[in-house]
């Protein structure tokens, strides 16, 4: 019988241009390798997830954000490992985002995303971001009928 390992909190930036958003592809040999992601990683003892997920994506795509919203957190567990995601929507101050450890990295507008292989974690988040999009793409439209 295998033990589940519990991974903790792991946050992950929703990093937005224009009408676009970033996604990574997970490397080889990673846990769900050639998946698509949205980039982060796992909060240290003593962070804060705002921390993390600012020192996640200097580390990881060499960029600097500043935070829009927080979605809602995801418990999931998968076989062999269970985690909290915590996602963000952000958008780049600072930098232009590298690879790095990722395969590639890929700008694609939210109807875009179902040709994508996401993590099973992921899915939640992707739905709950494709509401709040809808949801303030029709207030921007009655701002415009009504000015």
């Known amino acids: 019988m295998s033990t589940l390992l519990h991974i903790g909190d792991v946050v992950c930036a929703i990093i937005e241009r224009e009408e676009r958003f970033l996604i990574a592809r997970r490397s080889s040999g990673r846990h769900l390798a050639h998946k698509w992601e949205f980039p982060g990683g796992k909060v240290e003892p003593g962070e804060s997830e705002v ?8 580390e990881e795509l060499g960029v ?3 935070m829009i919203e927080r979605l809602t957190p995801v418990e999931h567990r998968y076989p062999d490992r269970s985690l909290r995601l915590i996602a963000f929507r952000c958008k780049i101050i600072e930098g232009a985002p590298q690879a790095g450890e990722h395969e590639e990295l890929r700008w694609i507008g939210i109807d875009e995303a179902r040709d994508y292989d996401f993590p099973e974690a992921d899915i939640p988040i992707l739905a709950e971001y494709r509401l709040k999009r809808a949801s303030s793409q029709g207030e921007e439209q009655n701002r415009v009928k009504r000015g």
Do not use: G
């Open 64 to 66: 600097t954000v500043e």
């Open 51 to 58: 921390e993390a997920l600012r020192r996640e994506l200097l």
